[in-house]
């Protein structure tokens, strides 16, 4: 059967090929052409119908018409009605048509083509309509009315944008629909967004800037609620409160919002938005009352009582200068709130009121109440401590005495602090002359505790560490105090009994106990000395204890000499028994030099010998080598044998230590011309030696074998020392140096017997 073929009408077909005949050779006008006269038959075709609006979009935009009443936009139209005829459930089509109302700013009918859209498409596609509708809505041509009601019906569809109607509102000028709009939002009116926050901060804009034009809100009750709710956003939200009374000429009402927020301020930031909005407002009054005043100046008529004169510039621009001293006082504030227990930032603040006792008193006191020292930062005593002397400075000391003496009960992180306290108010005695105060009060600080003082401490604790009243009496700081205190003013029985109590308290330190028995012996109590120097060095242990026996030998041996030498010699082995080994040699070298100065020359030989033997190996060699310096010359060159040959036979000492000292004896006993007895060392040593690392030794060796030796002993010499290097880990290769090292030696040999024979 023959296919139907079906003809376009004529008034269609005739713009198509009226482009054709203009101009036959282009492809283009053909396959618009065809797209038409194929869509005719078959208006069903999506692709057809697609393909065939690409073309005709392509041809309007390329005809660039300035409106949208253009006869190729009206064309364009006019295809897309077509179209959509049939089409109407297809998404792209209904785009492409949207798009080209949009480009056409045909806001009308774009309007109805968009409600067409919406209602011929099912809703899991208007997603791809309402974007388009959107830039509808957001045309400056387009009414605000008509974009109002176009958000209203999107929210319908995406209920979480609740923000870009109330921006919308917003903007038109339609105050109390955005306020209405927010409210519903945030009451749940719909199940919105995560907006909330942005929402009441804009309601709270809202009511703060527009607040005669919303009606049914309690503005100040809306504020304080998003106040609650975020408070991070509270030095914003009070400006807003501010100016919002300020707008309605509650200027006092608005000073009232302002100053609590710069007085409940959380950070410096909230502190410096709420204080420049503060300060622009008294600016802005100062201002309009400074104009006012001009205004009235040529007008010198006064109308009844002068007092009637409403002009209180003078007080407004008082309020300024007041709001700007403020700040630092303002600002040290907000620091304290952020950490009350911050001592330097107490301190800051009294210097704010430098001019102002009253306040500087007042504020020492809520600082020594707040502040808790276990969470100080910074030393809480020195809050106490610059309070009683700002007393001092302005001459009330009762009110002095009085802050020290609750100082002294009050709680302190530790000890020493206390003792700080106690210290700072003896010293303010003694600035003023009170000496005897002074001293009373120093022996009331190192007193024990009482029970009921040691009662009421524990009651105060609580549970918590040991307060520090009862640990006061060992305090070496106060005891230091104390007894330089007495030695300058008290007697020799008070200054006794201070030095002895610090040292029964077992707060006394090695140089209290120092200057103890120096005091003593400074008046002659040479013996009483001494015990306090015997009782100080019982009290502690090495090292602490070595100034304190080094003191004491010095001063026993200055004093008696040699007249109480068994005594002397029971200190220094006392002395020698309780330091560690580490420093017995110095101390036994003391005691040679005792007995070599007021003793007899075998005892100091005794105690050298002892040193010897009782040292550690890493001093050994040194006792030693002063152990043969002394016998040099106390007793000769054979007990110098003696000592280094004890030395060497010993053993436990140092490699390098023993090479050292057989080096010594070898040099000895060829000065004294024994070089028999000066190779049988070197052999000895060679044990010791190193091949490698002691060149010094293996060259005195040959040396030695060239002044004294033959071939025979040089060869001995050599072989040792071959004999110590294959001892070595194998791989190291040693024959062509032994080689060459015989032969050098060899040829030194050979010269030094030449000169022999020449000579």
Partial sequence: ????????????????????????????????????????????????????????????????????????????????????????????????????????????????????????????????????????????????????????????????????????????????????????????????????????????????????????????????????????????LRALLAECYARR???????????????????????????????????????????????????????????????????????????????????????????????????????????????????????????????????????????????????????????FAKATQASHRSADDLATVWCEWAEMQLRHKRFDKAIALMRQATAEPSAEVKLRAAAAAAGDDEPAQLKLHKSAKLWSFYVDLEESLGTLASTRAAYEGAMAARAATPQMVINYASFLEERGHFEDSFAAYETGAKLFGHPHSKPIWDTYLERFVARHGGSKAERARELFAEAIRRAPPRDRARLFLRHARYEEEFGSAARAMAVYDEAARSVPASDRASVYEAYAARAAELRGVPKVRRVYEQSIESGGLPRRDALALCLRLAALEEALGEAARARAVFVHASGYGDPDADEEFWAKWSGFEVRHGDEHTFTDMLRIRRTHKHAKPPGVQVNGELKDEKKRCADQLGATQSKRQRV
Avoid at 40 to 67: F, Q, V
Wanted: with cysteine; hydrophobic share 45%; net charge negative.
């Fill in 249 to 403: 000429g509650l200027y006092d009402k608005a000073r009232d919002v302002f100053e609590e927020g710069v007085t409940t301020a959380a950070t410096a930031a909230e502190f410096a938005l709420v204080f420049e909005a503060y300060a622009q407002l008294e600016q802005s009054l100062v201002a309009a009352r400074m104009e006012k005043t001009a205004d009235e100046e040529g007008d010198k008529l006064v109308t009844g009582c002068w007092l009637a004169d409403g002009d209180d510039g003078d007080m407004c621009l008082a309020r300024l200068e007041r709001l700007l001293d403020r700040r630092q006082e303002l600002l040290n504030g907000v620091l304290l709130r952020q950490n009350p227990h911050d001592v330097a930032q107490w301190h800051r603040r009294v210097t704010l009121f430098d001019n102002d006792p009253a306040r500087q008193a007042a504020t020492y006191v809520e600082a020594v109440r707040t502040v808790d020292p276990a969470k100080a930062t910074g030393k809480p005593r020195t809050l106490w401590v610059s309070f009683a002397k700002m007393y001092e400075a302005h001459g009330n000391l009762d009110n002095a005495d009085e802050v």
């Fill in 1 to 236: 059967m023959a296919a139907a073929v079906v003809a376009m009408p004529v008034a269609l077909a005739l713009p198509y090929e009226e482009d054709v005949l203009r101009d036959p050779h282009s492809i283009r006008p053909w396959r618009r052409y065809l797209a038409a006269r194929a869509a005719a038959p078959l208006p069903g075709s999506y692709k057809l119908w697609h393909a065939y609006l690409l073309e005709r979009t392509a041809a309007a935009a390329r005809a660039k018409p300035h409106c949208g009443e253009h006869p190729a936009n009206e064309a364009l139209n006019r295809a897309f009605e077509r179209a959509l005829a049939t089409l109407h459930r297809m998404p792209r089509i209904w785009e492409m048509y949207l798009a080209a109302l949009l480009e056409q700013r045909l806001v009308t009918r774009a309007r109805r083509a968009f409600d067409r859209a919406l209602r011929a498409l099912p809703v899991t596609q208007h997603h791809r309509v309402w974007p388009l509708y959107l830039r509808l809505a957001a045309l400056p041509s387009c009414p605000a009315e008509t974009s109002i009601r176009i958000y209203r019906r999107f929210l319908q569809f995406e209920p979480s944008r609740a923000d870009e109607l109330v921006e919308l509102l917003v903007s038109a000028g339609r105050w109390q629909e955005a306020a209405d709009h927010i409210v519903s939002v945030l009451n749940g009116g719909s199940d919105v967004s995560d907006n909330d926050r942005a929402l009441l901060l804009k309601l709270c804009d809202l009511l703060a800037k527009h607040a005669d034009e919303v009606a049914g809100l309690k503005v100040e009750a809306v504020l304080r609620g998003a106040m609650r709710e975020f408070p991070d956003e509270a030095g914003r």
